[in-house]
Nanobody, 125 residues
Framework: QVQLAESGGGSVQAGGSLRLSCVVSGYYSSLCMGWFRQAPGKEREGVAA????????YYADSVKGRFTISQDNAKNTLHLQMNSLKPEDTAIYYC???????????????????RGQGTQVTVSS
């Protein structure tokens, strides 16, 4: 069983930065790890993911070049560094994990079955 616990959300002005963290417990070395978000009235959106072993990453077009996903295996922690934040980034952000889907892809973090409780990110203009 994998358990995930996010931290690091908050409020920031447009153009600012936040760093989300997710402490992972359980066996996860063979899992995709990622982040998805959900804003009020909107569907879940996969934001970023990292493949098992950390060799490859995935980013949604909406965050590419601004967000960076990373993994600290020594601390069992997943991070999401978010720079140049925009008001449209406002959402609850969830850490998630699962085995690769659809024949080996990690590019669907919004469909992962293991999820944390979420952390709120609010970006004001």
């Amino acid at each position: 069983q994998v358990q995930l616990a996010e931290s690091g959300g908050g409020s920031v002005q447009a153009g600012g930065s936040l760093r989300l963290s997710c402490v992972v417990s359980g066996y996860y070395s063979s899992l995709c790890m990622g982040w998805f978000r959900q804003a009020p009235g909107k569907e879940r959106e996969g934001v970023a993911a990292i493949y098992p072993g950390g060799g490859s990453t995935y980013y949604a077009d909406s965050v590419k070049g601004r967000f960076t996903i990373s993994q600290d295996n020594a601390k069992n922690t997943l991070h999401l560094q978010m720079n140049s934040l925009k008001p449209e980034d406002t959402a609850i952000y969830y850490c998630a994990a699962d085995l690769p889907l659809y024949g080996g892809s990690c590019e669907f973090p919004d469909e992962y079955n293991y999820r944390g409780q979420g952390t709120q990110v609010t970006v004001s203009s």
